[in-house]
């Protein structure tokens, strides 16, 4: 017998409750409090039997990866922890393993995560069935069709970015091996009145906003666009922008998945042609008039909107023009024509947007569906997989919520139908007695809405075929007089007496108990929205057009098949399209997906449980538990069982040879389990409460911690023993090996202390014998100074009777003062020129005298200086200390200074006073100016030069036009806190301002000039002179200065020069701004 394989399951490293019908206690609060503690664990997915529940987690979880595909490929539903890969495994192997149809329903509300819930069971099944290059396109056309309806028929609302605005159900057709071949797409109520208007902080369809974006500068020439969003009415400026979302590269994606799906490059081309023209028609706008019999008309204000249309359609403008201002009504063979109100043209206009883009999203539809159908005429079976709006309930609930809630009822209606159907089939199969269930049946519901007669939709269209005044009042009262009595209908203003004091009632809304709770829905725009009307004029005019898309999409405009049949209404269209939806559903085996928002802020960790309970009620959640638990809470095969619990019994461990049945049967009745616990199918155990089920589970739990206590035993035993084995076995090589390691160890530390013994002795000697022959050394040459001294004391004492007492002074003094005299009158004669710059000196004749030459020549030079200052005036002076100030700034520090030492520093280059151009610059200006010059000012953005007057005084520095000598800024000196400049040959540099003062509101200034080193010098002269504090000038070939709140590095590279010698700025992006120099 082969060894089985071993497998996970459901119940191990169980977070919370996989399954939800095994909760115990079942309440709603351990319902939700289950859902949050896996949520918060990251388990998203939790069953209720083979439902799925999906939990949005608003954030990329590595749990879709081609491993986990693997995992859960060819795995029973409840093998492995729950996952939506294992229901899309289910159902896949059911159509192709046991040829049964399948359908996945995808339900929940918008930003719960349908869309990407289809798509994971579309890229699943992709990912698992057959191979080949023909399998291969089929399986890429059926996933690229996603991008192109998601472009036409998604917006961001306020719940999600990306909302689906229409239902959708794709039929995916297999052959008998499980491959692809093709498949077939219908959807369902498009919300086309979001083409004319927003809520606010929700967007338009997402392919307005991708054209814009993405579209070529000669695309969108050739659709007679711009590309700012502003320019168009139909589109909500305050969330044209999404975050995380790149119109431009969505855009991109949409091409190129229509040219996957198989859109001729024309075709693509009529599309975003109709998409322009739907755009622009919301620019037309009306403007009244009245005409001689009184009657209000209108006429279109600027026309040259209606004539890019017109060009873009290949229509006549006259034709179209006509359309929006006049009505036609025929009634057998009499035609009345009647003008339009301003009211009515706009009602026109946007009417012709909403239907021209319903009509583009249909044939879009059914453009993929020509592509991706099967080519093939064998016999197919199906896969279903619908992805339809979820139960609304607004503050705010009209038509559209009215229609999408009667679709969720149906859909609940046919879930509880199959859900007891499938059970039913299941116990019946097993062998086990099936017990009649308890469920509310929503088909009174269904019946309110629907009914032929007396149904709300019916009545709805029978007010709109009403001849006479027709308003949602009348529609309303109709209501109130028919469904008065009926217990799910509530109204102000029905006969009945328990809502007449009801102020949560408004008097023109009724209320409705759906399955999931109470709705109010506003009548307001019921009758409209139902009628769906669009003038036979302007089908006509559509019709007329040399536009071949557009002309295809209004048939009935062609005169020769001109009908004077009233259109079904909205509300008949989409009842039909349920009960065909509905019909289709029935004849296949249904797979469910529930997905549940956590969060109305679409953010990750983040579970409202109010909102999530809220959504669990409409979902129904808690009636399918009940359903499923109704009879037996858990089911498992007899082989599985056994295999899961044997250990819990001495006869089945650790071999059962005998059949699973019987060992399960053995297993039981040595546990003593109830009988009444428990019920024996044909191939699956039945156990009826999760008490049972999680009582066997502990058991088993406390049975493998003793069975891995014995094995650790018996395993430690084994090692212990063949480790003091190999122990003992080394013990004895250790043991040589490190006596002899010892001893070696011990012969070489006595070895190095004798050779360290033997050198401090051999030291000790050479030293003692080092010190006495110093010793002796020393003795010696005491002995002969002393002898030396000796000698000298005698002769001197012996020859002094010959010599007077002061002669040798006296003729030292003599001889020293007639030195200096000849010293002197030499020095007279060779004294160098007057020149401060002179540097010469007469050679030191005697040594004795070289501190006194050294001071001579400074005293003299310090002299010279002297005189060459006194020629000095006071203005030369100054000149002077500025160019001595310039040169401790700038001498081998910046290159430019070796071109500005020869050029003298005049100031008022512009001669401010004498100039009549700047009159009225001298005006403003009251303090005396002490340096007047042009500079070019380089823009904070762009890194552009604009010539600008500096002038700077005791005070201030100022900024002025050139031109209209117009003062831009007026910066105080004691703003400013340090200049910076490069270290190279260019003239520009920055000031920089303190933070938070009233100059530096837009950043620090940049500047260029020739006389950099005049300008600096006189402005750092200047604020000295002013706070007596010298500024920072900081000269480094990179710097930092402060732009608005952004600081930006300054840097300084070489290059060629365009513009002559003045530095090229290029702002590269907000942190950096590049100088090229020469």
Known sequence: MMKSEVKTSLLDNMIGVGDSVLLEPLTEDTFLENLKNRFDHREIYTYIGSVVISVNPYRQLPIYTPDKVEEYRNRNFYELSPHIYALADEAYRSLRDQDKDQCILITGESGAGKTEASKLVMSYVAAVCGKGAEVNQVKEQLLQSNPVLEAFGNAKTMRNDNSSRFGKYMDIEFDFKGD?????????LLEKSRVVKQPRGERNFHIFYQLLSGGSEDLLKQLKLEREFNQYNYLCLDSAKV?????????????????????MDDEVELVLEVVAAVLKLGNIEFKPESRVNGLDESRIQDKNELKEICELLGQDQAVLERAFSFRTVEAKQEKVSTTLNVAQAYYARDALAKNLYNRLFTWLVNRINESIKAQTKVRKKVMGVLDIYGFEIFENNSFEQFIINYCNEKL??????LTLKEEQEEYIKEGIEWTHIEYFNNAIICELIENNTNGILAMLDEECLRPGTVT????????????????????RMSKSSRFLNDTTLPHNCFRIQHYAGKVMYHVEGFVDKNNDLLYRDLSQAMWKTNHVLVKALFPEGNPAKMSLKRPPTAGSQFKASVATLMKNLQTKNPNYIRCIKPNDQKTPHVFTEALVCHQVRYLGLMENVRVRRAGYAFKQPYESCLERYKMLCSQTWPHWRQGARDGVKVLLTELQIPPEEFSYGRSKIFIRNPRTLFELEDLRKRRLEDLATLIQKIYRGWKCRTHFLLMKKSQITISAWTKRHFQRKKYLHLKSVTLIIQSYIRGWKARKLLRELKYQKLCEESATTIAAYWRGFQVRREYRKFFRANAGRKIYEFIVQRIMQKYFLELKKKLPSMSPTETTWPAQPYLFLDNTHTELKRIFHLWRCKKYRDQFTAQKRAIFEEKLEASELFKDKKALYANSVSQPFQGDY???????????????????????DVVNKINRANGKGAPRIFLLTQSNFFIADQKSGQIKSTIPVMDITSVSVSKQTDGLFAVHLKEGSTAAAKGDFLFTSDRLIEIITKLYRTIFFKTNQKINVEINNEFLVQFNQDKVCVKFIQGAQKNGNLPACKRKNNRLLEVTVP
């Open 180 to 188: 692809p071949l093709g498949g077939v797409i219908s959807n369902y």
């Open 243 to 263: 975050n995380g979302v790149d119109d431009a590269a969505n855009f991109r994606t949409v091409k190129n998945a229509m040219q996957i799906v198989g859109f």
């Open 412 to 417: 609940q209606q046919i879930f509880i139908e």
């Open 472 to 491: 949602d009042e009348t529609f309303l009262e109709k209501l109130n007089q028919i469904c008065a009595v009926h217990e799910r209908f509530e109204s």
């Open 910 to 932: 512009l001669e401010i006073s004498k100039n009549p151009k700047y009159q009225k610059l001298t005006g403003a200006v009251e303090e005396k100016i002490l340096l007047a």
